[in-house]
Structures are given as C-alpha cells and as structure tokens.
C-alpha cells in the first residue's frame, strides 16, 4: 500500500468508525456526507463498508478490527470497478 493509499484507508477508516456509532438512517447519512464533503469517492467507499457491515450484523456476526481489512480490500477494488 503506496503512502496515498494509506492515508485514503484511515479516511475511510475514521469515518466508518463514526458512522458505525449511529443506526443507519438519516443522522449517519449526514455525518457521512459531512465528513466526507463533495469526495464522492470517498462517501461510497464509507457507503459500501456500512452495507457490508450491515449485511454481516443481519447474519449475527459480530464486528470487530478483524473485520476491516478483508473489507478494505474488497472497498479497494470495487470501488475502482
């Protein structure tokens, strides 16, 4: 992971963390768009980590650190797709 690379990870990373405190509706989606102001890149990438977390929290697995990276990697890729 290039130093550009990095830095975009704990964007995402910060603002995740933060949006995962509220329940999904429209609260997050405004601290989502907050943070992330006109970055569209960045609010999908955001975006797309809560679907997949939400998809896991419907299964009942929990969520924890580990849960990022396989994640992140996957946010990587799609959203250059």
Do not use: S, W
Not at 10 to 29: K, N, Q, S, T
Not at 55 to 74: E, N, Q, T
């Amino acid at each position: 992971m290039n130093p550009a690379e990095r830095e975009r990870f704990h964007e995402v990373e910060e603002i995740f963390y933060a949006a995962l405190e509220l329940p999904p509706g429209a609260e997050r989606d405004a601290l989502i768009h907050a943070q992330c102001g006109a970055d569209e890149d960045l609010c999908a990438r955001v975006a797309l980590l809560l679907a997949h977390c939400e998809r896991i929290r419907a299964a009942g697995a929990g969520i924890g650190l580990p849960f990022v990276a396989p994640i992140a990697a996957m946010v990587k890729t799609e959203a250059r797709a």
